[in-house]
């Protein structure tokens, strides 16, 4: 879960370039809406940078 940024083209290309598969999350969605959408997504694994850090706790 990040922001626009240069980061995360980077990090997205480097998934798709071993295989992976990511899915976009919408970085404004806060409390039941964002633990739906991780529920469904059923991922192995979550990359959330500094500013989304916040969100993802409460």
């Known amino acids: 879960m990040?922001?626009?940024s240069p980061e995360y083209l980077?990090?997205?290309g480097g998934?798709?370039?071993v295989q992976g598969v990511n899915a976009?999350?919408?970085t404004h969605?806060?409390?039941?809406?964002?633990?739906?959408?991780f529920n469904i997504s059923n991922?192995?694994?979550?990359?959330?940078?500094?500013d989304c850090l916040p969100?993802?706790?409460d």
Do not use: C, G, S
């Open 24 to 26: 976009l999350i919408n």
């Open 10 to 12: 980077f990090l997205t």
């Open 43 to 50: 991922p192995e694994w979550i990359v959330v940078d500094d």
């Open 29 to 37: 969605q806060r409390k039941q809406a964002l633990i739906h959408a």
């Open 15 to 17: 998934i798709n370039k």
């Open 2 to 4: 990040m922001e626009n």
């Open 55 to 57: 969100y993802l706790l």
